[in-house]
């Protein structure tokens, strides 16, 4: 029987023989070699005025620092601690304004689904659907989530080792798609606690998957405030910066929100808007450094 540290071990042997993965989404190529992709946005839709803003000056940001930029918001909370927690305005007024938003930026959009009866409608205006961690297990979602013929991005599950994603992978690949995204998003800890471990990223870049490092979403504290999670945003950008140095990073998925502290959900996580760009600054200075250390 195979123990945590042989499987490890095995994986990080095969560094050499890394597939070289390709999404396309849009004109945006996601895999290693091609360049970093941020999948970013407010946790949730407040408003399409909210959203039209943030994903603008998302985008504005990504350009200056030579990345390719994905929207990302949640049209339906549907994994909240509580059923008092906001949600959104839901599949029918949140598809309806990323639509929009997606039209007047000519920006790809991307958004989870929680109900296999969901996707066919999510699928008629997201350019990639997502796979949330909680569900990452669920057999006959994944593969209905994937005959939506679009990308998929499939968030590990928190109760996962990085190993076992291979079955997750295995399952969209079956279903037809080979269109397929891992995201990294931490592991449980004890109780209400989240820890990054990069070895991880190297698993999941050996599975044939260009693999995204979510930063805010693994400094989630879940359920860490009682009735709401908590989280840590300080630790972002030290963890942001670590998973892109691995070297195994094809992009970086943040929640963001020009006032965290007043955001109707996951504020404690979510990274402040104005401190993007230092942060884009450093993931891409990073990069520059690993493409010259490989010339």
């Not at 195979?2 to 989404?25: E, H, N």
């Not at 909370?77 to 839901?90: D, E, I, L």
């Not at 109780?191 to 990223?201: A, E, F, G, K």
Request: charged residues 25%; positive net charge; hydrophobic residues 40%.
């Amino acid at each position: 029987m195979k123990t945590p540290g042989s499987r490890l071990k095995a994986q990080g042997s095969r560094r050499a023989a890394l597939p070289s993965a390709k999404v396309q989404i849009g004109r945006i190529s996601v895999g290693l070699g091609q360049p970093l992709v941020l999948i970013a946005g407010p946790d949730v839709i407040e408003s399409e005025k909210h959203l039209a803003s943030h994903a603008e000056r998302l985008a504005k940001m990504c350009r200056r620092a030579g990345i390719s930029y994905i929207i990302k918001c949640s049209y339906d909370k549907a994994n909240r601690t509580s059923y008092r927690s906001f949600r959104g305005p839901g599949p029918q007024e949140g598809l309806r304004i990323l639509a929009r938003v997606k039209r007047a930026l000519g920006i790809p959009v991307l958004s989870d689904v929680h109900c296999r009866e969901e996707v066919a409608r999510a699928a008629e205006v997201l350019d990639i659907l997502q796979v949330p961690a909680f569900l990452c297990r669920q057999t006959d979602f994944v593969m209905t989530v994937a005959r939506a013929g679009k990308p998929i991005n499939i968030k590990k599950g928190q109760f996962l080792a990085p190993w076992d994603m291979r079955h997750v992978v295995e399952k969209a690949w079956a279903a037809g798609n080979r269109q397929v995204l891992v995201t990294e998003r931490g592991a449980s800890f004890g109780y209400n606690n989240l820890v990054s471990d990069l070895r991880s990223l190297q698993v999941l870049a050996s599975l044939g998957c260009p693999v995204i490092y979510d930063g805010t979403h693994s400094v989630q504290l879940p359920g860490g405030r009682g009735s709401a999670s908590g989280g840590q945003r300080e630790f972002v950008p030290t963890l942001v910066r670590a998973a892109v140095a691995t070297g195994y990073c094809s992009g970086i998925f943040l929640e963001v929100h020009e006032d965290p502290d007043h955001a109707p959900v996951d504020g404690p996580n979510m990274l402040k808007l104005s401190d993007v760009p230092r942060l884009l600054e450093d993931v891409q200075a990073i990069q520059m450094a690993l493409k010259r250390a490989k010339a």
